[in-house]
């Protein structure tokens, strides 16, 4: 009798090199359908990591871009801020220029030359520089066609000529620009 060892070689002899061939064809076609499917991970996990890059590309110019403008409209906001901080003092300097005004006015129609009205006359025309040097300058309005953006309208009288007629004939009281932008509008009577 013989052992079962006996057998299996045997068997082994019997199916021969075919067998051991075959076995190692399997092999080699389990590596390379292993190598195909390890190579197509790596390439879906490189197409990932390039999708993310691009996707991480794009953030980045978005944030870069989106913190330019918030740069750009904050420093837009800061100049815009010194330009008009001092606009309500200036507002509130308005009915001294005013006073001023009516002052210089009424110092034309005194007829004797004195030191009060040169002394007067001068501390008005540094205040006009002083104004000036702040960005706050006169609207002309006399003689000009009314306009809503700049003018008050507070009566319509008959117009002492024919091109007056929708023109500004009187002020009332004086506008004001502070850098371009109107902080009082002027009173006007209009011509019909």
């Known amino acids: 009798?013989?052992?079962?060892?006996?057998?299996?070689?045997?068997e082994l002899e019997i199916e021969g090199p075919d067998f051991t061939e075959q076995h190692e064809d399997q092999n080699k076609n389990e590596t390379k359908k292993d190598k195909a499917h390890k190579k197509n991970k790596v390439e879906?996990?490189?197409?990932?990591a390039e999708s993310?890059?691009?996707e991480l590309k794009d953030?980045?110019?978005?944030?870069?871009?989106e913190f330019d403008n918030y740069r750009k409209r904050t420093l837009k906001e800061?100049?815009?801020l010194l330009k008009t901080a001092s606009e309500s003092v200036?507002?509130?300097?308005?009915?001294?220029?005013?006073?001023?005004?009516?002052?210089?006015?009424?110092?034309?129609?005194?007829?004797?030359?004195?030191?009060l009205k040169d002394g007067v006359?001068?501390?008005?025309?540094k205040f006009q520089d002083f104004l000036k040097q702040n960005g706050v300058k006169e609207i002309e309005a006399i003689d000009?066609?009314?306009?809503?953006?700049?003018?008050?309208?507070?009566?319509?009288?008959?117009?002492?000529?024919?091109?007056?007629?929708?023109?500004?004939?009187?002020?009332?009281?004086?506008?004001?620009y502070l850098n371009d932008k109107v902080i009082r509008f002027s009173k006007v009577v209009i011509g019909e």
Request: glycine share 4%; charged share 35%.
């Open 1 to 10: 009798m013989t052992t079962d060892k006996e057998k299996v070689d045997e």
């Open 44 to 48: 879906e996990q490189l197409e990932k």
């Open 52 to 54: 993310e890059l691009l």
């Open 59 to 65: 953030k980045h110019i978005r944030l870069q871009a």
């Open 78 to 80: 800061r100049i815009e």
């Open 90 to 115: 200036l507002i509130g300097i308005l009915p001294v220029i005013d006073d001023f005004d009516r002052a210089v006015q009424t110092l034309d129609k005194v007829e004797e030359e004195g030191h």
């Open 121 to 125: 006359i001068l501390i008005y025309s």
């Open 144 to 176: 000009q066609p009314f306009d809503t953006d700049l003018h008050e309208a507070i009566t319509k009288i008959p117009a002492p000529t024919k091109e007056l007629k929708g023109k500004i004939v009187d002020v009332v009281q004086k506008g004001y």
